[in-house]
């Protein structure tokens, strides 16, 4: 796995939209990139639909989430539309991406782990946990406090 400190490997992806979608575009922006198992699980669900909701907070503090697992980019596009992501889910049906970032499980599924980028594109923080609620806690902690101030 990525390690603290370490840059996060640049890559290219489709999104759920069917357009390309590359980490680089981010620069300038802390970027949550959280990695889940599989479209349309309960624990996946409820993650993005989370993620969902604290998105424009987020974005209004100057970070960016970003969902990714080995579905296709059609299942994106349908569980993006289902769980209302307002943010890019993007599609590694290769598992290239999970790979790169030490994600892919034995079972062939990304496992659930988000990693914190600074604006350079720096792993600042990593959270792995099965459930989902640690990802968002930490998410709340780290991006939402109040004394994170708001970019310019």
């Excluded at 579905?71 to 991406?97: M, N, V």
């Excluded at 079972?107 to 792993?123: P, Q, Y």
């Amino acid at each position: 796995m990525i390690a603290v400190g370490a840059p996060a490997p640049e890559f290219e992806a489709l999104d759920s939209k069917g357009q390309t979608f590359r980490l680089s575009s981010l620069r300038g922006k802390r970027v949550i990139l959280y990695f889940f198992p599989k479209a349309f699980t309960s624990g996946c669900t409820l993650e993005t639909r989370q993620f969902g909701e604290i998105a424009p907070a987020l974005s209004a503090k100057g970070a960016e989430v970003v969902g990714i697992s080995v579905d296709t980019a059609e299942t994106q596009g349908r569980f993006a539309t289902e769980c209302h992501a307002s943010f890019p889910i993007l599609a590694d049906p290769t598992k290239s991406i999970a790979r790169q970032f030490g994600v892919l499980s034995f079972l062939g599924m990304a496992k659930r782990v988000t990693f914190f980028l600074d604006e350079g594109g720096v792993v600042r923080d990593v959270v792995s946990s099965l459930l989902p609620g640690p990802h968002l806690a930490r998410t709340r902690e780290r991006e939402l406090r109040t004394d994170r101030p708001s970019p310019p």
